[in-house]
């Protein structure tokens, strides 16, 4: 009997990145018969320990990317910083599922608001500035406390800057100045955030997982609890926003929605075209995780439907926390550790996380709060 070839799933991924979301991405498609090949300029980097081959040049190098792309049968990515014009070559040959309007938007968070905006969904109040003559103007037009963000790059509190004061008002435009045009934020005093993880299928399906709690330090993801302390009401509010961007967005795959709550409000804060820190806890309190749903949709194979199997707390290991973290391995019964592989120990880099789960949410944070002690 002969197979028609044409109707099987693809044989190589492509993933443009080689961090910890892209090592994550990899076992999950290896685990399900797939081979990977990955772009990142790092030899050996954490999704080239898993991968089957390495194409090791910059992200943006058109040559590069034209391998990547005549290797793998569907190319996908694990950071929103990919080049543009890469996305729209990819996509052209058909092999970029995920398509680049996504990552146009979330590259830039003007436009990212202005999505958000246009879709009535609530964001909190905010001034385009141009230069440093408008600053003034717009610090005047929300008043203080408010915080100052790059439209373009930045991560983990990296291009903001939070102005409580008017003594601030210089340093805001210095910040202008040095990044060009930004956007001021009125600072929303929550009563917590959250975030919304979801995948949504070529076919317009969309999976949502539970409603994630997140706790931040230093502008760092800390901790993640699920399911949220928050109202029937907040949840569905989340899903909702998420699910109208969703479509807005024609999203193919795993994203993220970070969102502040406030009584029973909701704000929406950023988004993520891709898995997120805060969903590492589905690869062990779910029937399936982040990453195998989002390989799921970037190989047009329908969904699971998620199921929350236990409560969970997701606590990141930065490299300050790794000898510890190293040395839990050896003791701890409760906790299941993650090391991502990394070459280089670094202050508030995320080196791996470690998840507990339990029956309960109470028993989950009190054996999360023994074994962190």
Same mark, same amino acid.
């Given at each position: 009997?002969?197979?028609?070839?044409?109707? #099987?799933?693809?044989?190589?991924? $492509?993933?443009? &990145?080689? !961090? *910890? =979301?892209?090592?994550?991405?990899?076992?999950? /498609?290896?685990?399900?018969?797939?081979r990977i090949?990955?772009?990142?300029?790092?030899?050996?980097?954490?999704?080239?320990?898993?991968?089957?081959?390495?194409?090791?040049?910059?992200?943006?190098?058109?040559?590069?990317?034209?391998?990547?792309t005549d290797?793998?049968?569907?190319?996908?990515?694990?950071?929103?910083?990919?080049?543009?014009?890469?996305?729209?070559?990819?996509?052209?040959?058909?092999?970029?599922?995920?398509?680049?309007?996504?990552l146009?938007?979330?590259?830039?968070?003007?436009?990212?608001?202005?999505?958000?905006?246009?879709?009535?969904?609530?964001?909190?109040?905010?001034?385009?500035?141009?230069?440093?003559?408008?600053?003034?103007?717009?610090?005047?037009?929300?008043?203080?406390?408010?915080? #100052?963000?790059?439209?373009?790059? $930045?991560?983990? &509190?990296? !291009? *903001? =800057?939070?102005?409580?004061?008017?003594?601030? /008002?210089?340093?805001?435009?210095?910040?202008?100045?040095?990044?060009?045009?930004?956007?001021?934020?009125?600072?929303?005093?929550?009563?917590?955030?959250?975030?919304?993880?979801?995948?949504?299928?070529?076919?317009?399906?969309?999976?949502?997982?539970?409603?994630?709690?997140?706790e931040?330090?230093?502008?760092?993801?800390?901790?993640?609890?699920?399911?949220?302390?928050?109202?029937?009401?907040?949840?569905?509010?989340?899903?909702?926003a998420?699910?109208i961007?969703?479509?807005?967005?024609?999203?193919?795959?795993?994203?993220?929605?970070?969102?502040?709550?406030?009584?029973?409000?909701?704000?929406?804060?950023?988004?993520?075209?891709?898995?997120?820190?805060?969903?590492?806890?589905?690869?062990?309190?779910?029937?399936?995780?982040?990453?195998?749903?989002?390989?799921?949709?970037?190989?047009? =194979?329908?969904?699971m439907?998620?199921?929350?199997?236990?409560?969970?707390?997701?606590?990141?290991?930065?490299?300050?926390?790794?000898?510890?973290?190293?040395?839990?391995?050896?003791t701890?019964g409760?906790?299941?550790?993650?090391?991502?592989?990394k070459?280089?120990?670094?202050?508030?880099r995320?080196?791996?996380?470690?998840?507990?789960?339990?029956?309960?949410?109470?028993?989950?944070?009190?054996?999360?709060?023994?074994?962190?002690?």
């Amino acid at each position: 009997m002969q197979i028609n070839r044409k109707i #099987l799933p693809p044989r190589t991924i $492509g993933i443009i &990145g080689g !961090g *910890q =979301l892209g090592r994550m991405m990899a076992l999950a /498609a290896r685990q399900m018969g797939y081979r990977i090949a990955v772009l990142d300029p790092t030899p050996n980097c954490p999704t080239a320990q898993i991968a089957d081959e390495q194409i090791t040049a910059p992200y943006a190098d058109a040559d590069a990317i034209q391998k990547l792309t005549d290797v793998s049968d569907v190319v996908t990515y694990e950071f929103e910083n990919v080049s543009l014009q890469s996305a729209v070559y990819i996509a052209s040959r058909e092999k970029l599922p995920q398509g680049s309007r996504a990552l146009e938007v979330t590259q830039n968070r003007e436009l990212e608001k202005q999505v958000m905006t246009e879709a009535g969904l609530p964001v909190p109040p905010y001034v385009i500035v141009h230069d440093e003559r408008e600053v003034a103007e717009a610090l005047q037009a929300l008043e203080l406390p408010v915080v #100052l963000k790059t439209c373009s790059g $930045g991560y983990d &509190g990296k !291009g *903001q =800057l939070k102005l409580e004061t008017w003594e601030q /008002a210089d340093a805001a435009v210095e910040f202008v100045a040095r990044n060009g045009t930004c956007i001021l934020e009125k600072w929303i005093s929550f009563d917590k955030e959250i975030s919304i993880v979801f995948t949504r299928a070529q076919t317009g399906e969309i999976s949502f997982f539970p409603t994630a709690e997140n706790e931040h330090r230093n502008h760092i993801l800390y901790r993640t609890t699920v399911p949220a302390s928050v109202s029937g009401t907040v949840a569905e509010k989340a899903r909702n926003a998420a699910g109208i961007l969703a479509e807005k967005l024609q999203v193919v795959g795993t994203f993220a929605i970070e969102m502040f709550v406030k009584g029973d409000d909701i704000y929406l804060n950023e988004m993520a075209p891709r898995p997120h820190n805060s969903g590492h806890y589905s690869i062990e309190a779910c029937n399936i995780s982040q990453f195998s749903q989002h390989i799921r949709a970037i190989c047009n =194979l329908p969904l699971m439907k998620v199921k929350l199997l236990e409560p969970a707390v997701m606590v990141n290991i930065l490299g300050q926390d790794m000898k510890q973290a190293l040395e839990q391995m050896e003791t701890d019964g409760a906790g299941y550790v993650h090391i991502y592989g990394k070459d280089k120990v670094k202050e508030n880099r995320k080196m791996g996380h470690i998840t507990y789960t339990a029956e309960s949410l109470e028993a989950v944070k009190e054996k999360q709060h023994v074994h962190q002690k």
